[in-house]
């Protein structure tokens, strides 16, 4: 695709925002579980520091398995430094809100959304000013290309369902396209049917294409265009 000014300068005014979820495992519980009790928040002076914690107890029981989800800015930092520096950072706040004598993660899983090249983020993050015509921009096709995706909703970008309504909005004008070419190809095939003269072949040519009859006029067009004979007459 040649680049096309007007959809490049679209998509520089959509933020794509880093979500990260962190997963660690532990050799055994150490936090509230049951009715009500599945997530907890740790307040930090620095906003978003391992803000949202989550067990996966209902989910996966008996997995020992905590999330912490960190966002844009954090997300960033904490990918750029290694895994171990991530789980130290975690277990010093597991520790400020349990106490010092629970037991070190045995694991740890780390996203990185944001340092995949094929990602580059998790979602996008339309700003608060944007109005609909950004949206309709991305969206709109470059000749016979089409733009899907949670990105290209206007009511739901950034979530799931708004990259399966758009899937389907998307699918749909791309048949519809698909349909206006056909009638269009449609028109102007009957057109240049009624434009041409009436072809009749000579006797000699028929006798090369066995089985044509003179009153067979759309094969008779089909023959003079597609096969190129060339002395048909008037
Ligand atoms: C950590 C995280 C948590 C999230 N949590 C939630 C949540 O709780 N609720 C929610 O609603 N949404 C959530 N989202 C957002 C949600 O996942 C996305 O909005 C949604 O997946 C977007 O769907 P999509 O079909 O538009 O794009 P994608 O799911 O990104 O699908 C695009 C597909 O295209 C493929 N692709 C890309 N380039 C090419 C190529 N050149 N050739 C062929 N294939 C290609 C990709 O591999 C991918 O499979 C979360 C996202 C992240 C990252």
Redesign the pocket.
Known sequence: MHEQRWKTEAIEKCDVI????IFLKFPCKFWPCGPGKEFFIYAHERRGYYTFWQHMENAYPGSNILVVTLTNGESKRVEAQSDQETLKEAMEVLRIMFGPDIPNAIDILV?R?WNNR??R????NYPIISNSQVVDTIRAPVGRIFF??????ER?????????L??IDTSRALLEEIRKEKEKERINETQSFLLEPLLALTLSQTDTVPGLHKCEVPRQVFLSRKMGIPEAIL
């Open positions: 880093v979500y990260t979820k996203p959304w094929f990602q983020g998790s979602y996008s899907t995706g949670e990105h290209t909703s739901f970008s950034g979530y799931v369902h708004g990259g399966y758009s899937g």
